[in-house]
């Protein structure tokens, strides 16, 4: 059974930056694709960015394109995201998300492992 702990969630003003963490225990991490998903109050579950097992394909949701960066250290069975120049509607429950095999994908359907989250808020 794969587990899956985030961290670096925390309240930071718009501009800022955070780097979320997310950690692999439990299974074999190089073979996983490794996902970002978040959610807002009152919204749906959203995707944010993907990265393939071996670090060499990403995808992003256009909202955070130029601004967030994904990527892991299958050393470390560590997946990351860097968060800059955050905006207030960021805020959200920042997940993180394991899904066996090769290919990235978005629909959180396709993934076999979550974790708790964290909370990520950005004051205007």
């Known amino acids: 059974q794969v587990q899956l702990t985030e961290s670096g969630g925390g309240l930071v003003q718009a501009g800022g930056s955070l780097r979320l963490s997310c950690a692999a225990s439990?299974?074999?991490?190089?073979?996983?694709?490794m996902a970002w998903f978040r959610q807002a109050p009152g919204k749906e579950r959203e995707f944010v960015t993907v990265i393939s097992w071996n670090g060499e394909r990403t995808s992003y949701v256009d909202s955070v394109k130029g601004r967030f960066t994904i990527s892991r250290d299958n050393a470390k069975n560590t997946v990351y995201l860097q968060m800059n120049s955050l905006r207030p509607e960021d805020t959200a429950v920042y997940y993180c998300?394991?899904?066996?095999?090769?290919?990235?994908?978005?629909?959180?359907?396709?993934?076999?492992?979550w974790g708790q989250g964290t909370q990520v808020t950005v004051s205007s």
């Open positions: 439990g299974g074999t991490f190089s073979s996983y694709g």
């Open positions: 998300a394991a899904r066996i095999g090769i290919g990235t994908y978005s629909s959180s359907r396709l993934y076999n492992y």
